[in-house]
Structure formats: structure tokens, C-alpha cells
């Protein structure tokens, strides 16, 4: 069974950092491609940035610039560093697998960790 265990999330003012870990199980993690997702109050879930299983990488606009994911394949475990925050960075941040769809196909969830950047 695929668990999924996000942890670093936290309140932050606005410019601030947080680093967000991520540790997967159940899943041959070296071999798949992995991502953070994020969902605010009112609105869809969305892809934030992803990392192949390669290591290559991939960021919505929205964080291009300031958000860097990367994956520790020793420790089976996803990284994503969050610079310059803002406040319509605040969500609910989620790690998954990221299918062919460009979409989460592990078929779980975890239960993600919150991020709240205010003043």
C-alpha cells in the first residue's frame, strides 16, 4: 500500500522560506517520477513542480524562479524548498507520483502539510 508522509509545513510571513520533506512508501521510488501539489481554499488541486526520475525538473509559472524540488532516492523521499513566499502561496502542499497523464496515478493521498504565509 503506497504511503505518502509530507512534513516541514508552517506559518511564515511573506519573503520567508520553508523546505518540505516528503517520504514515500510502497512504491519503487527510484524509478518513478515524483511532484508537489497544492491546493488553496476554493480550488482545484494543482501540479507545482515535478522531478523525473532522472532528476529532471519542472515548475509552474507561478513558482518558476522561486520553488526548487529535489529527490533523495536513498531515502525515498522528495524535497521542496519554498523562497521568496507568498501569500497566495498559502495551501495545503501534497507530494505524489506524477503518471504519464502529468497527474498523480500512486491511487493515495497523504494528508499533505499545511502552508500559511501572512503577516
Known amino acids: 500500500q503506497v504511503q505518502l508522509v509530507e512534513s516541514g509545513g508552517g506559518l511564515v510571513q511573506p519573503g520567508g522560506s520553508l523546505r518540505l520533506s516528503c517520504v514515500a512508501s510502497?512504491?519503487?521510488?527510484?524509478?518513478?517520477?515524483m511532484g508537489w501539489y497544492r491546493q488553496a481554499p476554493g480550488k482545484q488541486r494543482e501540479l507545482v513542480a515535478s522531478i523525473r526520475r532522472g532528476g529532471c525538473t519542472n515548475y509552474a509559472d507561478s513558482v518558476k524562479g522561486r520553488f526548487t524540488i529535489s529527490r533523495d532516492n536513498g531515502k525515498r523521499t522528495v524535497y521542496l524548498q519554498m523562497n521568496s513566499l507568498k501569500p497566495e502561496d498559502t495551501a495545503t502542499y501534497y507530494c505524489n507520483t506524477v503518471g504519464s497523464t502529468g497527474w498523480a496515478n500512486s491511487g493515495s493521498w497523504g494528508q499533505g502539510t499545511q502552508v500559511t504565509v501572512s503577516s
Open positions: 510502497g512504491i519503487i521510488f527510484s524509478i518513478r517520477d
